[in-house]
């Protein structure tokens, strides 16, 4: 398998845009994670999916940061108007069950302008 | 909340001597992670853990649950060990997902 792999690797944008991530988790997991990393807080869950069933998305940061899993091997994070605070990187990671390992993507590196 | 410290935050040494990295956690888990992120790169698993030690290659990870405490080592470290390493611990006050996040240790290995 591949891995779990995310688009775009990079993304640099103008504040108010529209951003979408994607995600392709390892064929198998029934688990999926986005996650974003700041320097000032490191590493924060903002939702997880099980079964293609968002599951808490309590770590969402505010109406302008959705997601989706319209099947099991593709998610979307979107953000939408975009603001430079959201500028992070953000990790999409799968799993075969929530208290298992992580497996990891590159992430996807944002920078609202 | 769990609570997660990481000793040292940066770490400079030369290659080939021995690393060890600290994890220090507040309240009883279930397990704990240890990831390792190069610049500009993806997270990796390293290990996981909810008791004694794993060994893989140059990498140990031991814990002790009644001291709240885990140690990452490096033996034979190399420049290519530089990186981030986090580690994270899984407990029922986490976020969401049950984990709590440190802050990483900065690693670099000189040649």
């Known amino acids: 398998d591949a891995g779990v792999i995310q688009s775009p690797r990079h993304e640099v944008t103008e504040m108010g845009q529209e951003v979408t991530l994607r995600c392709k988790p390892i064929?198998?997991?029934?688990?999926l994670f986005w996650y974003r990393q700041t320097m000032m807080r490191g590493l924060e869950l903002l939702i997880y999916?099980?079964?293609?069933?968002?599951?808490?998305d309590s770590g969402m940061p505010e109406d302008r940061f959705s997601a989706k899993m319209p099947n099991a091997s593709f998610s979307t994070l979107k953000i939408q108007p975009s603001e430079p605070r959201d500028s992070a990187v953000y990790f999409c990671?799968?799993?075969?069950?929530?208290?298992?390992?992580?497996?990891f993507g590159e992430g996807s590196r944002l920078t609202v302008l | 909340k769990n609570e997660v410290e990481q000793s040292p935050q940066n770490l400079t040494a030369q290659e080939g001597e021995f690393i060890t990295i600290n994890c220090s956690y507040s309240v009883g888990i279930s397990a704990l992670h240890w990831l390792q992120q190069h610049p500009g790169g993806g997270i990796v698993s390293l290990f996981m853990?909810?008791?004694g030690k794993k060994k893989h290659g140059r990498l140990i990870a031991t814990i002790n649950i009644q001291e709240k405490h885990s140690s990452l080592h490096i033996t034979a470290s190399h420049p290519r060990d530089s990186a981030v390493y986090i580690c994270a611990v899984r407990s029922g006050g986490g976020g969401a997902d049950g984990l709590t996040f440190g802050k990483g240790t900065h690693l670099i290995i000189q040649p």
């Open positions: 853990l909810s008791s």
């Open positions: 999916f099980n079964n293609n069933v968002p599951i808490d």
């Open positions: 990671a799968s799993s075969w069950a929530l208290h298992l390992e992580l497996f």
């Open positions: 064929s198998g997991h029934d688990y």
